[in-house]
């Protein structure tokens, strides 16, 4: 059997909520080997444990000045097939960082978003599609807008400068921009879902209206397709010698057009708890308004979904369900994590109410401990059916299959 090609990948970022899962993902193909650039920090979740052991680190500041110097001290003349770049927010450290890799990288992928539609032309079509990111040519209109919306012109400045950076390199290195609306999923670094996921499951402990703050259709994107899309474009590129993604800027997202209303109610559906007959209140004023983070409505996704490009969206049911499901156990597996969220909502929602305060803490704590319990059991049956196999069978190969199997159920 031939070696398998190993694909060199360094990450800026790789520890974080994308990153996190999408390094995990290419862990997973034993193809890829991976360098992360980051400042050192692994406290999002379980990090420093799924992710720190395998693979190489280099801690560098992008924001510092010597960051220059630091990287090109830490990679030296080493040559990489691609870079990821999840941690961008400024375009100085892209420059920075094509000043030192240019000349030894293949590939750059940026994790972009759709909120660079907020600061250019209004579309002529319900939703934005990648040709639509142009700036307005007067400056009073292009400062409006940049004040309005400083991420997004930040990292649409990125796109800019990593575009005309391209175009007059003479290395033979391309560019890949994924635009993504926002992001659901497990390990949320912003703990914007599980906010509002504790928020809907303990309403009856805390009493408060679910709020809303636009009846704004907007787009959203499950982590795991993400980090899946990101895996595929490598495999794509460097396993199967494609060029198709050249150059190339995707709005990437579920197929799926709605509101956050929309989004509640479909939680609130899979938590079974539509007999509680929830509230869920308009407030234009409200301070608790996570979702959407755009004013522009949702991205059109058809170029990423063409056959050429083969974007696989998951619908955005199994995504709530999945991403539930995840929280659920979080419960009892975080500990200081569950505790942090608890804080938040007892400072946003339940202030000086006590009363509240209390009986809220006893149910949350209450679940993580059935949770806890849950999880116990269901690990013990799969040491019961790992034992009963590794009985019945003396082959490697079949325990294996039978237990990956199990594991899947």
Known sequence: MADKTITKILIFGGNGFLGG?????????????ITLINRGNWKNYDSNIRIRPFVKTINIDRESSTAVEQLRSSIGDEHFDAVID???YDSDVVKDALKVLENQIKLYIYISTDSVYEVCLPSSNDLSSETDSIRPTTTDEYERLRRKDSYGHKKLKIEERLLHWQSLSNNNWSYVILRLPDVLGPRDSTDRWWF?????????SIQKPVEISTHLRSSYVYVNDVARYITYILSKTFHDSSTIFFNQILNIACKEIISINDLFTLIIDELNLNFLNIPI???????????????????????????????????IKQVIRETIQWYND???????????????????????????????LFDVNQYATQSTIKRKREEEKKIVVVDQITINSDHGDYRQEKLFKHNEM
Request: no cysteine.
């Open 21 to 33: 899962e999408t390094v995990v993902e290419l862990l997973a193909l034993n193809t890829f080997d």
């Open 86 to 88: 999840f941690s961008a």
């Open 196 to 204: 509002y996921q504790m928020w809907i499951q303990f309403y009856l």
């Open 281 to 315: 209140k308009y407030n234009p004023n409200s301070e608790i308004n996570f979702f959407p983070s755009v004013t522009r409505g949702g991205v059109n996704i058809s170029k990423a979904l063409s056959n050429q490009f083969n974007w696989k969206p998951t619908p």
């Open 330 to 360: 979080a419960y009892g597996q975080y500990p200081n994590e569950r505790s942090y969220m608890i804080k938040r909502i007892r400072r946003t929602l339940l202030k000086n109410d006590e009363n509240a305060y209390g009986k809220f």
